[in-house]
């Protein structure tokens, strides 16, 4: 099946500063895909590639087969949802759902049956005459969904769309934007940089840093088997510990941390490492604490959090490592010197990268 | 995002409009001042360093300047804290009182003040009949009677820009500053004052700018007092025309000097909207006899204050041939402002001053829009400069860009970029354009940075061409802007009299000039009447943009 959008090698350049660097991503028709990263990763530009508002030094933007990387955004029918939705302050709601549907020529009855159509797509129908000052944040972010449905473009386009939003609306809002995306079927293209909102909302997610696509897949797969140290680590959380890999076998490896020896499990599908140095990555439900002893790191706890039924210890090495740990929440007080042990089970939340530094 | 800058051939259509109107007219000025009787050379420059009377009318533009800065400051300031952090009885109304001296148009303020404190003025009878004078208790003459009235015009920069500084500061810092332990005088010495110093910074070079380029006061009451304003039109009025060019660069460069010097003080503008927090509550008085010995001081003075204003009002009343001896004027009809609308010749410079207002402000707004649109939204190669250019001619004054055109413009010579003009009804109307340029520009300029550029984006995301967003978002988004900007534009142009005098042909006679001759032929009721037309003109404009500006 080809792909419905597709970016090429996207660069794009400020100056001295590469902001895009060689990006490829396809996304299906009706598809959702997350463009997740830190502040300065390329991801609001690769956003605005894609919408037209910046064009690429090289690369290309195809949808639907047709190359669109020089067509003006005026002409491109990409529906856009800005950070701080950019409703128009002088319109009312009717007008500003009106707008793109008058660029497009929709005139008479037919635009007042739309806007209320789009309006009632976001559940808000017979807000037509309200000011837009008038509204709460999170009608607002509804107004300007509609407003970037109302005249079906190819691709919608988010941008942090719930960074706006007061915390507690956020999880009510992403569950309605999901829902809403799924209903209308639209190709989108999403940028955040909260992992939560890219895992719950997109059917995959694309990690960028420095400009540069690190990995793309579903969210099981970037938890699971990230590519690289960055995705491991901008993923979920987890912890970095400096190792070196004594012996590395088909089912297992044995690695030296500390001078403690540990046994990881290979995941499946993933070459084994080379012995020598590397940096293994741990997610806290793969270490278990116990006493001290044999086998164990020891390690100092120094702060306790509650999370739901479990507690989240932060524990220091005896080099001085931090390493964070889940376990029960009676296992170990603060202040308390305890071992550290890898799971039974730990295939999927331990990851040995090599060539990397800690 | 950095800034990226973009290639436009608009953008190069409008630079040399520019430098043609704004630039080109100056350098003709600089090249004729260094032209002796036999080809270049430096003869009427040495004739200027050489005069005394030059080295005094320089002095007396700076020092005079100076000391308008200081007085001005010296009334604006405290009325500025007075009315943005007391309460009292009528702590509102008075507060707009207090502005009023702005609605007066240079050459009405001192209309008025003639009125009032001249020779044959109200006060002065008043009192020479009060301690049985034989003579007038003053002459309304020299650098005094120019400070006086520089003062009562300029004061309201220091008091509008203060007390808007007073009202957007916000409460949260005095509390903070109250909660680490700084006293009352420090908090405000630390904490008030340095958030001030844009504001009064602002204040004192408009003023000190204002008053440098200042005509009309020392064009009426100098007397023996020369400032260079006012000598180069003596001088060109005598036919020294080089040295008239001298002159003007002598004051340009002045200017120039000021403006390098004062703009440490002058902070860019806040950006709109960027006011957070809310303003500190009013100080309320308590004590009665404190509230009521304010509120009296306050009236009093808001009487001192307005007393120009009424008195141009009585006097356009009395009808020519009727007021002689009399202290107060005996007889009162609306026969003037009757013969200005009926007599065709005196209907006329209201007319002109009108439409020539009015279409030199249309031609301002649409240069500083697509100014705007180039420098700011599409960020052009070259919208410094544009912008720069825009920005010039305010620290030029008047009569140096009414010496600058008038040479540029008298010359038919196509292929240089000269036609002539001058003479012409176009002459005016392109000089108030080029002095209206930077007032609409700041505006306008001021307005785009404050729009969300999203907007436009959002506009273009949704289909609207370049066209349609700038009819349909963005200049309904900049209208506060853009009325603002037009109003302060056309108030200017409507009462100018400092480019006029020097560039007015009959058929385009502005009212200032026709206030002028009426006075020349002691028709002062006529006078006064123009004078009240140009006041409610300019009231009523300003109440326009204040009021869009505080809806917007």
Known sequence: ?358 | MTTRLRRSWPAVGLLLVLVWLIVYPIALVLLEGLRGPDGWGLHYVRIFLERPTEWSALWGSLWISLASVALSAAIGLPLAFLFARYDFPGVRVLGTVVALPAVLPPLVGVLAFLFLYGETGFVSLLLQKVFGLQEAPWRLQGAGAVLLVHAYSMYVYFYLFTRAALASLDASLLEAAASLGARKWRAVRRVVLPQLYPAIGGAALLTFMTSLGSFSAPYIFGGGFRVMTTQIVATRLNGDNELAMVETISLTLLALLALAVLRGTHAPDTPAGGRKGVAPARVVIRSRKARLGLAGLAWGLAALLLLPHLTLLLVSFVPAGTWTVEPVPPVYTLGNYVTLLHDPVRARPLVNSLWLATAATAVAVAVSIAAGVLSVRRRVRGGRVIEALLALPWAVPGTVFAIAIATAFSVNAPWAGRVILVGTIWILPLAYLVRNLPITSRAVLAGFRGLDPSLDEAAASLGAGRARALRRVTLPLLRPALLAGASLAFVTAFGDFVTSIMLYTYDTRPVSLEILSSLRQADVGVAAAYGVVLMLVSAAVFAVGADSGSAG
Not at chain 1, 13 to 24: G, I, K, M, Q, T
Not at chain 1, 142 to 156: G, K, Q
């Open chain 1, 1 to 358: 099946m080809s792909a419905f959008l597709r970016l090429e090698g996207l660069v794009k350049r400020f100056d001295a500063v590469l902001a895009v660097n060689e990006v490829s991503l396809s996304l299906e028709r009706g598809e959702m895909l997350a463009l997740l990263g830190p502040s300065g990763s390329g991801k609001t530009t690769t956003l605005r590639l894609l919408a037209g508002f910046e064009s690429p030094d090289a690369g290309r933007v195809i949808v639907d087969g047709e190359d669109v990387t020089r067509v003006e955004p005026v002409a491109r029918r990409f529906g856009m949802v800005f950070q701080h939705y950019a409703l128009f302050p002088h319109l009312d709601v009717g007008e500003n759902v009106a707008f793109g549907l008058e660029s497009a020529g929709v005139r008479g009855d037919e635009l007042h049956t739309r806007v209320a159509r789009a309006l009632g797509l976001v559940d808000l129908a017979g807000y037509e005459r309200r000011r837009v000052g008038q509204l709460s944040g999170g009608q607002q972010q509804r107004v300007a969904l509609a407003r970037a449905l109302a005249p079906e473009p190819r691709v919608l386009l988010l941008d942090e769309p719930l960074s706006n939003l007061d915390p507690t609306l956020r999880e009510r809002t992403r569950r309605e934007i999901r829902e809403l995306i799924r209903r209308v079927g639209i190709t989108t293209v999403l940028v955040t940089h909260e992992q939560d909102e890219a895992f719950d909302l997109g059917d995959r997610v694309a990690v960028l840093r420095s400009g540069r696509l690190e990995q793309v897949g579903t969210p099981e797969e970037l938890y699971s088997a990230p590519a690289n140290r960055f995705v491991g680590g901008f993923v979920g959380r987890s912890s970095t510990l400096d190792v070196i890999v004594v012996h590395a076998g088909p089912d297992a490896t044995r690695v030296n941390i500390e001078g403690v020896e540990w046994t990881v499990e290979t995941a499946p599908g993933v070459p084994p490492p080379a012995a020598g140095a590397a940096v293994m990555l741990v997610r806290p439900e793969s270490l278990r604490v116990t006493a001290p002893g044999a086998g164990a790191l020891t390690a100092t706890v120094t702060a306790r959090r509650f999370v739901g039924p479990s507690a989240l210890l932060t524990l220091r090495t005896e080099r001085g490592t931090l390493v964070e740990a889940a376990a029960p929440p009676a296992a170990a007080r603060v202040g308390e010197v305890v071992g550290v042990l890898l799971s039974r089970r730990n295939g999927a939340g331990v990851h040995l990268f090599q060539g990397e530094q800690a």
